[in-house]
T-cell receptor, first 117, second 112 residues
Framework: DQQVKQNSPSLSVQEGRISILNCDYTNSMFDYFLWYKKYPAEGPTFLIS?????DKNEDGRFTVFLNKSAKHLSLHIVPSQPGDSAVYFCAASVANAGGTSYGKLTFGQGTILTVHP | ETGVTQSPTHLIKTRGQQVTLRCSSQSGHNTVSWYQQALGQGPQFIFQ???????GRGNFPPRFSGLQFPNYSSELNVNALELDDSALYLC???????????FGQGTRLTVV
């Protein structure tokens, strides 16, 4: 039972263009969402998060959008750079009393992003 | 500030053997989570330790066990290894109540 799904195994984008990575979830209990980036031979690195009380969160070139009714979130990278080429994981969690994650994350399968110069 | 470090980086074991993987948390972090990442899949939550107590467990059998020490470092033990246990094992540390979990580089376990 895949509670978090990333249906696109890969995405190829030209440098300078927008990259849009998508993620769907099925568990209504999830109320905190995160994106991680992973390079080969390294552990995942935290990128950006969003609480279910928001529908958008921005951090520099990265923006995450949350559509609770559709149980869908997306990560936008603008402009895309070759150094952004990596595997991107969407993760979901139940928020703790402080409104952040307990750290017990449910991950999607990942999307391989390739940004061409 | 030191990051999360895991040892060993690679390991080959025989089916039926036991293995212990180690994780040193990021300085100041009191929570450690372990994940299993099979090839082509996302990481799967195994369990979490908070202040030396198990604080939640994913869908893994009891032969997966763990420990957290007073300095917040942690061990993952797997008994009676099976071929399907071959995977990348990731440790993540965090400070309870803070959203970011910082991951180590992982231990690649191969069971033959």
């Amino acid at each position: 039972d895949q509670q978090v799904k990333q249906n696109s195994p890969s995405l190829s984008v030209q440098e300078g263009r927008i990259s849009i990575l998508n993620c769907d979830y099925t568990n209504s209990m999830f109320d905190y969402f995160l994106w991680y980036k992973k390079y080969p031979a390294e552990g995942p690195t935290f990128l950006i998060s969003i609480s279910s009380i928001k529908d958008k969160n921005e951090d520099g070139r990265f923006t995450v959008f949350l559509n609770k009714s559709a149980k869908h979130l997306s990560l936008h990278i603008v402009p895309s750079q070759p150094g952004d080429s990596a595997v991107y994981f969407c993760a979901a969690s139940v928020a703790n009393a402080g409104g952040t994650s307990y750290g017990k994350l449910t991950f999607g399968q990942g999307t391989i992003l390739t940004v061409h110069p | 500030e030191t990051g999360v470090t895991q040892s060993p980086t690679h390991l080959i074991k025989t089916r039926g053997q036991q293995v212990t993987l180690r994780c040193s948390s990021q300085s100041g972090h009191n929570t450690v989570s372990w994940y299993q990442q099979a090839l082509g899949q996302g990481p799967q939550f195994i369990f979490q330790y908070y202040r030396e107590e198990e604080n939640g467990r994913g869908n893994f059998p009891p032969r997966f066990s763990g420990l957290q020490f007073p300095n917040y470092s942690s061990e993952l033990n797997v008994n009676a290894l099976e071929l399907d246990d071959s995977a990348l094992y990731l440790c993540a540390s965090s400070l309870a109540g803070i959203d970011e979990a910082f991951f180590g580089q992982g231990t690649r376990l191969t069971v033959v």
